[in-house]
């Protein structure tokens, strides 16, 4: 019971450690909570949705609850950057999965649902920019990009991409906005 009870300390610090190491490209203390995860995943139709990205997948909370979400013919793709978040991911072991030690910049077209949990104020104006246009040109017609961020402040930026609804979560730390998102 100690030790399963520090393996969870130990996970839940593993983001903070990263944060402190590279605060623009982790961009968070903890991971997601079921709350975050449960707000994200249900703005999905999951019958008709078949190609999914994830965006700055991180240690894989996110991507392991959209896995159970998934049916079975469906394919994930998380792109991620950091090389520490990027072992953990590579760990799952889903034949549905794929791993992509990569930038969200180099996302090609062919997703229904695109989530994202970059810090898009913490990038470079010109990456965020480039971020958001190619992930709106990569969903396919009717496909939707859900993503989270912890201030308002970058709705102006989200509207010259997508038409967006919003909804809080108060039960993740830090509380978090999620942002469903449709091409304009």
Same mark, same amino acid.
């Given at each position: 019971?100690?030790?399963?009870?520090?393996?969870?300390?130990?996970?839940?610090?593993?983001?903070?450690?990263?944060?402190? &190491?590279?605060? %623009?490209?982790?961009?968070?203390?903890?991971?997601?909570? %079921?709350?975050? =995860?449960?707000?994200?995943?249900?703005?999905?139709?999951?019958?008709?949705? #078949?190609?999914?990205?994830?965006?700055?997948?991180? $240690?894989?909370?996110?991507? #392991?609850?959209?896995?159970? %979400?998934?049916?079975?013919? =469906?394919?994930?793709?998380?792109?991620?950057?950091?090389?520490?978040?990027?072992?953990?991911? &590579?760990?799952?072991?889903?034949?549905?999965?794929?791993?992509?030690?990569?930038?969200?910049?180099?996302?090609?077209?062919?997703?229904?649902?695109?989530?994202?949990?970059?810090?898009?104020?913490?990038?470079? $104006?010109?990456?965020?920019?480039?971020?958001?246009?190619?992930?709106? $040109?990569?969903?396919?017609?009717?496909?939707?990009?859900?993503?989270?961020?912890?201030?308002?402040?970058?709705?102006?930026?989200?509207?010259?991409?997508?038409?967006?609804? #919003?909804? #809080?979560?108060? =039960?993740?730390?830090?509380?978090?906005?999620?942002?469903? =998102?449709? &091409?304009?």
């Amino acid at each position: 019971m100690l030790l399963s009870a520090f393996s969870y300390i130990k996970d839940k610090t593993s983001y903070l450690q990263e944060f402190i &190491s590279d605060p %623009r490209s982790t961009g968070t203390i903890a991971p997601s909570s %079921r709350s975050l =995860c449960k707000t994200m995943s249900g703005g999905v139709d999951w019958e008709n949705v #078949r190609s999914i990205a994830e965006l700055g997948a991180g $240690d894989g909370v996110l991507t #392991r609850h959209l896995l159970k %979400r998934m049916h079975a013919d =469906c394919s994930l793709s998380a792109f991620e950057t950091n090389l520490h978040f990027y072992s953990k991911l &590579s760990e799952i072991g889903d034949e549905r999965l794929t791993v992509l030690i990569d930038s969200a910049e180099n996302i090609e077209p062919g997703y229904d649902a695109i989530f994202s949990g970059l810090p898009l104020l913490s990038l470079p $104006d010109d990456t965020r920019h480039h971020i958001l246009q190619r992930a709106r $040109d990569a969903l396919n017609p009717g496909g939707i990009f859900i993503q989270f961020q912890y201030t308002a402040l970058s709705e102006s930026l989200l509207s010259q991409y997508f038409n967006w609804t #919003r909804a #809080r979560v108060i =039960c993740n730390i830090p509380p978090a906005l999620v942002y469903r =998102c449709h &091409s304009v």
